[in-house]
């Protein structure tokens, strides 16, 4: 039977079976945070330091009581950071909330309506933080010279968008995604505008080595139930890419693929 | 834990835990045809009655020792049937080869290149069957109006295609599936034309009760991966049609949802 | 420099040098319908027998004073007919009213809703006409077989359908109209659904000899200009067609076109 | 009658009645530059300093004999460079070569496979050059944070990609390109990426200002036909968008537009 447990995600030394990696914000309650977080089969969680209580607040409840350390990855993320230097400092308050844990996600953003990320600021950050010891998974737009450009920086994962955050559109550059994938000598995962099932399916059959999610799942009616679709669309996506697909024909018996003018 | 046990697929009064129909040609031997099988977790397998042994040459391997109708329900089909009088005929042969089984597959083709249906014939020979007692699920084009008619005349299931057979293009008009979905009352099952995960994803995130595939498995690379794929595909994209997914959007911020002008 | 003159549409013996036919419905007035045709460069006029009055009503305004048969050829059609009887006898009144013309436009609807087409009620009434001497332009779906189907019974033009009448969607199916084009030997006008001028480029560079449209144009909020801009983009998209574009490649340097995997 | 008259394109104060700008290279000889020049009608035409002699070599044909500056506004622009300042530098001979002319195309390129933009070269080069006095009109990716910046330093123009250079992909990611177009102030051309006639007429309908391109006029078979093509797309775009398209629905009937779910 074939399986999926030869074919681990290695971010930064580390393997990990699954390749679905969830946020922790937008949920209704802890509770359901923790059940979502289960169903997805996540081994990294990603927390954005500056809204959610990982100890900043001990009077208040903990994420990491649902999330516990020793049972997930936890990946401190710049959510609301607006310049490189708030995004250093967050990830600096982060180690030190979590003893020296060195693994972040870097997004620096450009603007608060769409939540796009601020390429030269997000350079300028990633450079810092690499030299200061961290390693860093990176949060980018789909353009193929600046992935490269943080990949050869030394950052361990880079995060290309599918679309904007919390848009729920899907991959709107397939061109750059796969230039980006092939060109990669570290992971790339898809961070940001994925919506439903399909499309981290897709992400993962264009050779992507993962998918980091939020709203797609703790905004759907049922995030529990979202969360199961999508560790099963991940999988699939991932298995389908290694199965290798049958080439696009317009019969079954054209004897050679579409050139792709039209479909 | 969400799982998929209160939502079975219904076709004639029997329930099916799986919404995956796979076919049974294309492999490269029988023990093949047996593997990715059981990797896809079909319940119910299409056979080519005129292409497929299964007793009629009783000197020859035998598909039903490896798909034993006992645990598969055996779905006799048309496949190169390009008349009413063919279809009927074949139909008749099976229920025979098969003890007075009555579910068929119909398809009458209307074009040995792109094996689309002929949609009047198919009409034609869906009555005849019905009258003579058969359970009809029924391979179509994706016409709202003959989808329509051929529920109305009692077929058990309606099949649109998603693009012609073998072509691996996925489903080319969204909209008509969509409006065929929305209007019946009887399970809708893509037939034909799926290439890879994300197609049959798409296809349960519609709406559709169930995918048919052979090609797409048979063909790829490695099979026995493949249906493993396509199993949690269809399983993803069912459960993300039940979860619910977020709007789209132009950004998280933006209050309503897009309009669809250029998304 | 290059010109159109050389590239007539013939239908039923008939050149025309324009391959926009327009309809006469939804301006807000004659002087609107008399200008939006001017600016659209239409030969062929097309006609609801059932809404407009093109003589019926001595009393009230003539359509036919705006758009003169003299200048105009006039196409009667069968909206709002949904059996073969209704169609038939609204083309025999047709030709009574415009002293023996032949020449119409057939189409005969499943349902109000949708307003897609009957197939089976279009190819009985298609029959009956040609037989009674009509020239049977004729409004069908995008199906390949019905749409040969109807070529060899007579019809002088086939127009499948891009979308639903009225939906403004563009053509869903382009693999179907790809596949009609290909295989047709009378013209092959695209009929329902175009939005906006992209769209009838697009039906025009896929090898369609023209394009019919009402909606789009009367629908639009200036008529008039957007019957010019869809002027523009049939001639762009025919020129385009004519003048054999480049492959679609990954990069410039590329040497060889894509295969369509994913663009 | 409707026409283009009062719509007229302003770059850095001047009046442009055509929106399509055209590359100069890949013509088999410069009486097919001139001829397709004048079938596109184009009154801006950019010049690749480092590829055409516009006067270097007094030797050799000179491009300004079959587009005189007279006649046309010469676009000089920085193909093949690969660092702000090869680009800069370019840009002076330009300026020394034509006699004061500051207007200039600046394009920094990253990558010589895909011949993408390196955005931070071009923002670089782009605040250098006008400091110096140029009137930069900017090649850059569809980055729409990259691209307001390249406005509010004062480019006259922002040239978002539509796809990689000489590709003929179209537009690739709506979403951006639509996010740029709302937020400018300056005009938008889309450059790059355009294969036919509806990519144009697509760009226009979204609302940009206009085009450029080479290799889908160069490089089509007949690019004379192909330049009257792409002519009459862009006017045709740029009068549906100021004719209001009709809203996408699912049918005629249907009271409200599409949530755009699907299509």
Redesign the interface.
């Known amino acids: 039977?074939?399986?999926m447990q030869n074919d681990p995600l290695v971010i930064a030394g580390t393997e990990y079976q699954s390749r679905l990696l969830t946020g922790t914000g937008k949920y209704k309650d802890l509770e359901e945070t923790r059940a979502a977080t289960?169903?997805a089969g996540a081994e990294i969680v990603t927390i954005a330091i500056r809204r959610s209580n990982i100890g900043q607040n001990p009077n208040e409840p903990n994420l990491l009581e649902v999330l516990p350390p020793d049972r997930y990855t936890i990946l401190p993320n710049t959510a609301g950071c607006y310049t490189a230097e708030d995004a250093v400092r967050t990830c600096k308050l982060a180690r030190e909330l979590l003893d020296g844990h060195n693994l972040v996600k870097l997004e620096v953003l450009?603007?608060?309506?769409?939540?796009?990320?601020?390429?030269?600021a997000t350079?300028e950050a990633a450079e810092t933080l690499i030299k200061d010891g961290f390693q860093v998974m990176v949060y980018t737009?789909?353009?193929?010279?600046?992935a490269?450009r943080l990949e050869e920086m030394g950052c361990v994962a880079v995060m290309p968008l599918a679309?904007?955050?919390?848009?729920?559109?899907g991959i709107?550059?397939?061109?750059?995604i796969?230039?980006i994938v092939e060109n990669a000598n570290v992971p790339i995962l898809v961070d940001a505008g994925v919506?439903?099932?399909?499309d981290a399916?897709?992400a993962m059959?264009?050779g992507c080595d993962g998918v980091l999610m939020n709203?797609?799942i703790a905004?759907?009616?049922?995030?529990?139930?979202?969360a199961?679709?999508?560790?099963?669309?991940i999988?699939?996506?991932?298995?389908?890419y290694?199965?290798?697909?049958?080439?696009?024909?317009?019969?079954?018996?054209?004897s050679s693929?579409?050139?792709?003018?039209?479909?």
């Open positions: 039977m074939p399986n289960e169903a450009g603007d608060e309506k769409t939540l796009y990320p601020d390429v030269t350079l737009s789909d353009d193929p010279i600046i490269k679309a904007p955050i919390g848009s729920g559109l709107q550059n397939r061109y750059n796969i230039e919506g439903t099932a399909s399916a897709i059959e264009m709203t797609a905004a759907a009616k049922d995030p529990v139930l979202m199961s679709a999508m560790k099963k669309a999988e699939a996506g991932r298995e389908a290694r199965a290798g697909r049958v080439p696009r024909k317009r019969y079954a018996s054209a693929p579409l050139e792709g003018t039209f479909f």
